[in-house]
């Protein structure tokens, strides 16, 4: 099965910095690749679909890029609501793993 | 609106049995797969089972290949997931979730609040 690696596992940021999380699969995914936003005790929330598609009703300031084994979820602007974990997600085949999240928090 | 209602988690002893239950609205629900995902207490997402729309192909994790059966009910708009043979490791919150697909690869594009499910002695 594929493996999907993110780092960092956490970070810290203040409101308005700009924020990176990468995300690499132990083969090539092509663009197979999607990220999520996880708050506590929420549901995961799909931001951004084969690697660079904004889903509907995400803001702008969430971008991703990438193909074939590396991926990076950029926040252009963090703001207040942003502080959750990220999850990276391969959707090519199952199982269709996910990374083991990035948590970002407020410095 | 559009919406997944889980329930049927609970306390169970290892080796017992449990049936989530996953009710859905606000779609057309027999036009989408539909995915079982797990979260352990504090750690990341793992997808489970899933069923295609028409309900004729079924697909599990090797974890708990064997033990676990996911179903759909298009008259009730009900999706399930029975458990049995279950273990420690298998004590999470479990998330119902519809399937989208992009270009061809598959997304979670919508969850419910989750249903947890302990095991233990």
């Known amino acids: 099965d594929i493996q999907m690696t993110q780092s960092p596992s956490s970070l810290s940021a203040s409101v308005g910095d700009r924020v990176t999380i990468t995300c690499r699969a132990s083969?090539?995914?092509?663009?197979?690749l999607n990220w999520y936003q996880q708050k506590p005790g929420k549901a995961p929330k799909l931001l951004i679909h084969?690697?660079?598609s904004l889903q509907s009703g995400v803001p702008s300031r969430f971008s991703g890029s990438g193909s074939g084994t590396d991926f990076t979820l950029t926040i252009s602007s963090l703001q207040p609501e942003d502080f959750a974990t990220y999850f990276c997600?391969?959707?090519?085949?199952?199982?269709?793993?996910f990374g083991h999240g990035t948590k970002v928090e407020i410095k | 609106e559009v919406q997944l209602l889980e329930s049927g988690g609970g306390l169970v002893q290892p080796g017992g049995s449990l049936r989530l239950s996953c009710a859905t609205s606000g779609f057309t629900f027999g036009d989408y797969a539909m995915s079982w995902v797990r979260q352990a207490p504090g750690k990341g997402l793992e997808w489970v089972s899933g069923i295609r729309g028409s309900g004729d192909s079924t697909y599990y994790a090797d974890s708990v290949k064997g033990r676990f059966t996911i179903s759909r009910d298009s008259s009730k708009n009900t999706l399930s997931l029975q458990m049995n043979s279950l273990r420690a490791e298998d004590t999470a919150v479990y998330y119902c979730?519809?399937?989208?697909?992009?270009?061809?690869?598959?997304?979670?594009?919508?969850w419910g609040q989750g249903t947890l499910v302990t095991v233990s002695s």
């Open positions: 979730a519809k399937d989208q697909i992009f270009y061809g690869g598959t997304a979670f594009d919508l």
């Open positions: 084969t690697a660079s």
């Open positions: 083969q090539s995914i092509s663009s197979y």
């Open positions: 997600q391969e959707s090519y085949n199952t199982p269709w793993p």
